[in-house]
């Protein structure tokens, strides 16, 4: 890891900035050599003079040129990285977490379920999964993704590509449509129920999107047949540090950012209400 200490960033200029939707944008940073990820980590963004705060990578690690964090403004550091400009620097330190369990998921077919921003780390996920080099180790891959209305959609041009694809099925959702808007409407668990008529043996469930998206769809994935350790989510509120030291992500005898942010339903059920 090519980082001096571990609070220490590495200071990297933005090569590009993406306006994604009205409040989210992503930030393109090239990949430092030596940085070595997995899908579903996560690394700390500094803004000097502000302070830092952890995001998923966005970014498949196949991409070998760079990485990207998809930062929805909603904060101090947020709020921050948004007013900043191509060529303006920031601290870069991770990757932290456990990412997705790649290995585990060979040869199985996968069911991606996004809401919103919750879509950035099952991207990671996704792009590695459809990349040539390893599109092979993975069987069926279904995409369900839906924001709050069409203009809240992210990474809009990867969805017209995914859209292309013949090698995978993308089911995209509003909760409330415009006069563009011909897709389906409807909350993302409700959808899900609606769509997905595959028997769930030999699928895993990954899944990411607002606690409340995320617990509903537990429920019907539950209700569709899925076993607990089918279901895999990542849990990104109340990590800080990264290094599991400030305790602000422990949940019961948990750290998210130590032990996570990747869980399957199995641990989830074993864990406090509170997350």
């Known amino acids: ?8 960033p590495l200071l990297l200029p933005i090569e590009e900035i993406i306006d994604e939707t ?8 090239r990949r430092p050599e030596g ?21 998923s990578i966005s970014s498949s690690p196949t991409e070998r040129a760079f990485l990207e964090f998809s930062v929805k403004r909603i904060g101090s550091v947020t709020g921050a990285l948004h007013r900043l400009n191509p060529g303006d620097t920031v601290g870069v330190r991770g990757p932290y977490g456990n990412g997705f369990p790649v290995e585990e998921l060979f040869g199985r077919n996968l069911l991606f379920v996004g809401g919103g921003i919750g879509l ?14 390893h599109r092979k180790s993975f069987g069926e891959v279904f995409i369900l993704y839906g924001a709050r209305t069409p203009k809240d959609l992210v990474f809009r041009w990867e969805l017209e590509r995914w859209e292309e694809r013949k090698d995978l099925t ?3 959702t509003v909760d409330e449509g415009d006069a563009s808007w011909t897709k389906r409407v409807g909350l993302v668990p409700k959808v899900l129920e609606e769509v997905f008529r595959f028997p769930p043996e030999g699928w895993v469930a990954l899944v990411c999107g607002p606690p409340i998206m995320i617990k509903f769809t537990i429920k019907a994935l539950r209700e569709l047949g899925f076993e607990g350790r089918s279901i895999i989510t990542t ?36 864990m406090p209400e509170e997350y």
Do not use: H, W
């Not at 009205?22 to 393109?28: A, E, G, P």
């Open 235 to 270: 849990l990104e509120m109340k990590m800080k540090c990264g290094l599991g030291k400030c305790g602000r992500c422990n949940i019961g005898p948990y750290y998210v950012c130590q032990d996570g942010p990747v869980f399957s339903c199995e641990v989830l059920e074993r």
């Open 35 to 55: 940085f070595t990820y997995r899908p579903g980590q996560f690394a700390e963004i500094f803004v000097p003079g502000v302070g830092e705060a952890p995001f």
């Open 120 to 133: 950035a780390p099952l991207r990671s996920l996704i792009n590695y999964v459809l990349s040539p080099e």
């Open 22 to 29: 009205r409040d989210i944008k992503t930030f393109r940073i």
């Open 1 to 8: 890891m090519p980082f001096e200490g571990i609070y220490v």
């Open 170 to 172: 993308l089911c995209l």
